[in-house]
């Protein structure tokens, strides 16, 4: 079974997302800003990090860079943040995709499939 951490603030929105993710088959685990997500990576890798940007205590472009390593679990940004500037600094600093706040269950489904992480006849 695939591992993803879900990083926000926002306990509705990883609420939502860890709903998606377990559809698909995944474990999920949770952290509410960069700093509870690295201290969990330090211990664990994750196979995905689906990351928000705006946090308090460590932000998720904070995060990514601190963490950012040839062997780093693949990050997906998922933020409102819709500035082409955002997305091109998240994929700079090791983001493998990003996706805009809101989002339907076919487009992640679509990402995980992208990349390798779900098989294209999952649900």
Excluded: H
């Excluded at 609420?15 to 474990?27: H, S, T």
């Excluded at 955002?86 to 076919?106: C, M, N, T």
């Amino acid at each position: 079974m695939k591992n993803c951490l879900i990083v926000d603030d926002s306990s509705t929105i990883r609420k939502i997302v860890r709903g998606m993710f377990e559809g698909f088959g995944f474990n999920c685990q949770e952290a509410e800003n960069g700093q509870v997500a690295y201290d969990y990576c330090s211990k664990k890798k994750p196979d995905i990090i689906m990351l928000d940007w705006n946090m308090p205590v460590m932000t998720g472009i904070e995060f990514i860079r601190k963490v950012s390593s040839p062997d780093m679990p693949q990050v997906i940004f998922c933020t409102t943040e819709s500035q082409m500037s955002f997305i091109e600094q998240a994929l700079s600093a090791g983001a493998v995709d990003y996706i805009i706040k809101p989002f339907e269950k076919d487009m992640l489904r679509d990402k995980l499939v992208q990349l390798g992480l779900l098989e294209p006849d999952m649900a």
